[in-house]
């Protein structure tokens, strides 16, 4: 069997961002992604995790999701949302979200967004807030649109600019290399090994 033959896998992600993290993944490990659900936030995923889980026992599933601070670490939160996982499940969790993932390639994301290398940090897993992080590694940006963009309006109320998910997922799709940031981002490197097994049980 080819990799076109591969059956495409369903997948469930809290936003566009993680989608296209996702597809990215996939095209690494040669996987073939099919639907994308949720992509309305973290708690919309939870609520219907079970229905995920269901369609599991049929068919693979992908569901990746944030750790952020609900737990100290993965495990934990895998059991709260899944204390029974079917056979084709596989729930990954970045540590402690998808920006640690792609902050993990520094020489990429540090010409990116026009900064020194220095600025990214060398563990970016470790990180509290990883997006929070981000944001202020923009703000110092030679840039001026990378500034505008990535950084939010003064009294705007939100965490990140107009154009933040615009010019990560260019990011992603065009510069960052996910199989060196996995050689610092653990929960990354884990990722994508689950993602080899999918498509190696396909191939077999």
């Known amino acids: 069997m ?4 591969i059956p495409p896998i369903s997948c469930a992600v809290e936003g566009v961002l993680d989608e ?9 490990t040669g996987m073939r992604i ?16 079970e229905g ?6 049929q068919s693979p599933w992908i569901v ?15 059991q709260k949302w899944l204390p029974s996982p079917a056979t084709c499940m596989y729930f990954r969790v970045a540590v402690r979200a998808v ?3 792609l902050m993990a390639d520094h020489e990429k994301m540090a010409g990116f967004l026009r900064v020194p290398q220095s600025n990214i940090p060398p563990h970016p897993e470790e990180l509290a807030d990883p997006k929070r992080r981000l944001v202020d590694i923009a703000a110092r940006s030679r840039s001026r ?31 960052w290399r996910p199989r060196i940031a996995a050689q610092q981002a653990p ?8 993602m080899r097994e999918i498509s190696l049980t396909f191939l077999s």
């Open 187 to 194: 929960s990354l490197h884990s990722c994508m090994e689950r």
């Open 52 to 57: 995920f889980n269901n369609a599991a026992r």
């Open 145 to 175: 649109n990378i500034r505008e963009e990535m950084v939010p309006r003064p009294n705007s109320g939100s965490r990140v600019g107009p154009g933040y998910t615009t010019f990560l997922i260019e990011y992603v799709q065009e510069h």
């Open 99 to 101: 920006e640690a993932w």
């Open 20 to 28: 296209a993290v996702l597809r990215r993944l996939a095209s690494e």
């Open 64 to 78: 990746l999701v944030d750790l952020d601070r609900d737990e100290e670490c993965a495990p934990p939160l895998r």
């Open 34 to 49: 099919g639907t994308v659900y949720g992509k309305r936030g973290k708690s919309y995923l939870e609520k219907r995790i």
């Open 2 to 5: 080819s990799s076109g033959d």
